[in-house]
């Protein structure tokens, strides 16, 4: 499985971005799948994720709960994250990863497969 990420960018406090992560090599239907973030200093954390069982359970961390969405397209091998209202401690580089297994983990160490990166910046 390959990961493309894509959506980041600059944008200012209270705006929206939408990143999206689109999976090629094979389907990616039986992953799991999970955004991370990592901003400068501080260690890889998994902000939102999405099970791949029926009704795509969800996780979200605490500090985008209400203001992120995480979604996925499987006919189109693609995850996406909805991010509104955002804020400056948002500015990081998000990542896309994908594990096999039907449950969202927390840890990076539990994904398979990672996308490159995109960089998002929330100016205050």
């Known amino acids: 499985v390959q990961l493309q990420a894509s959506g980041g960018g600059l944008v200012q406090a209270g705006g929206s971005l939408r990143l999206s992560c689109e999976a090629s090599?094979?389907?990616?239907?039986?992953?799991?799948m999970g955004w991370f973030r990592q901003a400068p200093g501080k260690e890889r954390e998994l902000v939102a994720g999405?099970?791949?069982?029926?009704?795509?359970?969800?996780y979200y961390a605490d500090s985008v709960k209400g203001r992120f969405t995480i979604s996925r397209d499987n006919a189109k091998n693609t995850v996406y994250l909805q991010m509104n209202s955002l804020k400056p401690e948002d500015t990081a580089v998000y990542y896309c990863?994908?594990?096999?297994?039907?449950?969202?983990?927390?840890?990076?160490?539990?994904?398979?497969?990672w996308g490159q990166g995109t960089l998002v910046t929330v100016s205050s």
């Open positions: 090599g094979r389907t990616f239907t039986s992953h799991s």
């Open positions: 999405i099970s791949w069982v029926g009704g795509s359970k969800t």
């Open positions: 990863a994908a594990r096999r297994g039907s449950v969202v983990l927390l840890t990076t160490e539990a994904y398979d497969y």
